[in-house]
């Protein structure tokens, strides 16, 4: 059983800045396919920063490039989002996610493609 745990959310005003970590666990499990995805009340799912690639790629929304990066302790299993220049707009739960055990991702997964999601951690921009 593979878990992960995210932690790092939380409230912040415009153009604060929040990091986010996401650690796997779980035996013999290591992917370089991880990344996060967002979901806020009535919108859609959207990818917001993948690994792909083999993990040496990574993908970013439109909407947080320049502001958000991905980056990963392989020694601790662990993913992290620094988010920068936080918009309210940025407001939303946050699932960190990760492929099954041995799938390659040639390519930036799409949502139903991740084998596993994080319960979410809540990020909240006021403005």
């Known amino acids: 059983q593979v878990h992960l745990v995210e932690s790092g959310g939380g409230s912040v005003q415009a153009g604060g800045s929040l990091r986010l970590s996401c650690a796997a666990s779980g035996f013999g499990y290591k992917s370089n396919c991880m990344g996060w995805f967002r979901q806020a009340p009535g919108k859609e799912r959207e990818a917001v920063a993948n690994?792909?690639?083999?993990?040496?790629?990574?993908a970013y929304a439109d909407s947080v490039k320049g502001r958000f990066t991905i980056s990963r302790d392989n020694a601790k299993n662990t993913v992290y989002l620094q988010m920068n220049t936080l918009k309210p707009e940025d407001t939303a739960m946050y699932y960190c996610v990760a492929a099954a055990l041995g799938r390659p991702c040639w390519y930036p997964l799409a949502a139903h493609e991740y084998s596993y999601w994080g319960q979410g951690t809540q990020v909240t921009v006021s403005s």
């Open positions: 690994f792909y690639g083999g993990g040496g790629s990574t």
